[in-house]
């Protein structure tokens, strides 16, 4: 793991008032853009050949003779064959006598690596860079060992199949779509054969991840996934704050349920098990009665943080829960960076944080208001990892 003084070193020496906002181009990465271009930043896209046209082109930010922008939200981009590139020293180097803070998403520590990111990737990253590792599923101190040191809900596992006795979740990666999901459903250790073989077959899924896939009880309710942000600066109000709250539409899922019952008996069975590819999101709020608490399964996800992962989570992070018929909360997945939904607040930001800052407030301008917050207030070390 890079050294976080190493870090915070570069940072100190940084010219605030040139200072960018950078990231990988995709995921999130529009929402990033159009909060630090609302908090006066100019922003800096890291795209890749063949999929660069939203950010060098659609989205191109256009400013008048003062520097103010009247169009558009991405003021420079550099093109790579692979965004893996984004690690070679040199183009690092650039990042940094360009002053860029650079903001990670789910793209870049998927495409990247995290090894990669520990350990080589010597630009500041705002949030906690020894949590990104915790995400991927499956390894050692993952986001449910974590949930678990914390004394958090999550959907109880299932560790042989012969032992599932309701329906269940089967957790694993798609075979084709690398940084998708093969998850399927089963009610019963022989409907998990049945399906599992016909995914076999089709080549959705594999036997290595079949072999390392976690099973875990299905939760059935709604989903909600909680944008949050933690700020290590924020010394008179509390440095917790709610932002938003999205969920998913998911392929072929969300066109199955539009399906009537008859029909969906008579798929054929390539069609009849649906995947869960996230296309897009959309925008929720919550019963004002269950906020709170939201509020206290997030602080103690935020303390963990500190004991586990010191320094702890800074910034923006995701709680992706669902809802029992009782309103009790079930974390199943934790992103300890940016969300995958937040673009659902572009722009308008999103009713919870635009209730608490009083002005439209996005996960992504939060997150360059933070930088602001740091640079007024000489600490912008304490939010770089």
């Not at 949930?147 to 959907?155: D, Q, S």
Request: with cysteine; glycine share 6%.
């Amino acid at each position: 793991m890079i050294d976080r003084k190493q870090i915070q070193d570069i940072v100190n020496d940084y010219d605030t008032e040139k200072l960018k906002i950078g990231m990988v181009a995709s995921h999130s990465a529009l929402d990033v853009c159009d909060g630090a271009v609302e908090e006066g930043f100019n922003t800096f896209a890291i795209c890749q050949a063949g999929r660069e046209k939203t950010y060098t082109d659609y989205f191109k930010s256009q400013r008048d003779a003062s520097g103010n922008v009247v169009r558009g939200i991405v003021d420079e981009t550099v093109v790579y064959n692979k965004f893996n590139e984004v690690l070679l020293p040199q183009n690092q180097k650039k990042m940094v006598d360009d002053n860029i803070m650079f903001i990670p998403n789910r793209s870049f520590t998927s495409y990247c690596g995290i090894d990669e990111i520990e350990n080589d990737f010597a630009v500041p990253l705002v949030g906690s860079r020894n949590m990104l590792r915790s995400e991927e599923r499956g390894m050692e101190r993952d986001y449910y060992w974590i949930l678990e040191k914390a004394g958090l809900p999550f959907p109880e596992r299932i560790n042989d199949p012969q032992d599932i006795d309701e329906l269940v979740m089967v957790k694993l990666p798609h075979a084709v779509k690398t940084l998708e999901r093969g998850f399927f459903t089963a009610g019963t250790y022989a409907e998990y054969v049945e399906k599992s073989e016909a995914l076999l077959r089709q080549g959705v899924i594999t036997k290595e991840g079949l072999a390392e896939a976690r099973i875990e009880r299905y939760i059935i309710g709604p989903v909600f996934n909680f944008d949050m942000f933690y700020s290590p600066i924020e010394t008179e109000m509390n440095k917790l704050e709610i932002l938003g709250i999205d969920w998913r539409f998911e392929t072929s899922l969300d066109g199955h349920v539009r399906l009537p019952a008859p029909q969906q008996i008579n798929l054929a069975e390539h069609q009849l098990t649906p995947e869960y590819t996230v296309c897009g999101h959309n925008s929720a709020t919550l019963r004002e009665s269950l906020l709170e608490e939201v509020f206290k399964l997030s602080e103690q996800y935020v303390e963990a943080s500190k004991e586990y992962y010191d320094p702890g989570v800074i910034g923006p992070f995701c709680l992706q829960t669902c809802v029992d018929k009782d309103l009790n909360f079930y974390i199943y997945d934790v992103a300890p960076r940016v969300g995958g939904g937040t673009n659902v607040h572009m722009s308008v930001g999103h009713p919870y944080g635009n209730t608490i800052w009083r002005k439209p407030m996005s996960t992504g301008r939060r997150v360059a208001l933070e930088v602001r917050r740091a640079i007024e207030t000489e600490q912008l070390d304490k939010i770089v990892t």
